[in-house]
Nanobody, 125 residues
Framework: QVQLVESGGGLVQAGGSLRLSCVASGRTVSRYSLGWFRQAPGKEREFVVATRWSNGNTYYADYADSVKGRFIISRDNADNTVYLQMNSLKPEDTAVYYC???????????????WGKGTLVTVSS
């Protein structure tokens, strides 16, 4: 089992930045895909970004088109932590952001093995 705990959400004005963190425990997650999904009020949970292990120390990042160029994902395997740096935030980025982990590629929320409880990000206009 993998437990995930997010932090860093809050209220920010449009154009501002926030950094989310997610700490994993229970297992070493260096070979897991780690990423973020979000769910806005009245909408389905959607993929935002993920980092997946390839081989050795190589990791790839996949971004949703809506956040490319604004969000940056990074991970620290020594601390079992994944980060999401969110820049140039827009009101439409307002959502609960969920950390996710899986041994497979992270893309379809229905197939994710492990979830955090979420952290709320609110972007005011």
């Amino acid at each position: 089992q993998v437990q995930l705990v997010e932090s860093g959400g809050g209220l920010v004005q449009a154009g501002g930045s926030l950094r989310l963190s997610c700490v994993a425990s229970g297992r070493t997650v260096s070979r897991y895909s780690l990423g973020w999904f979000r769910q806005a009020p009245g909408k389905e949970r959607e993929f935002v970004v993920a980092t997946r292990w390839s081989n050795g120390n190589t990791y790839y990042a996949d971004y949703a088109d809506s956040v490319k160029g604004r969000f940056i994902i990074s991970r620290d395997n020594a601390d079992n932590t994944v980060y999401l740096q969110m820049n140039s935030l827009k009101p439409e980025d307002t959502a609960v952001y969920y950390c996710a982990a899986d041994l497979d590629i992270l893309k379809n929320p229905a197939l994710v093995d492990y979830w955090g409880k979420g952290t709320l990000v609110t972007v005011s206009s």
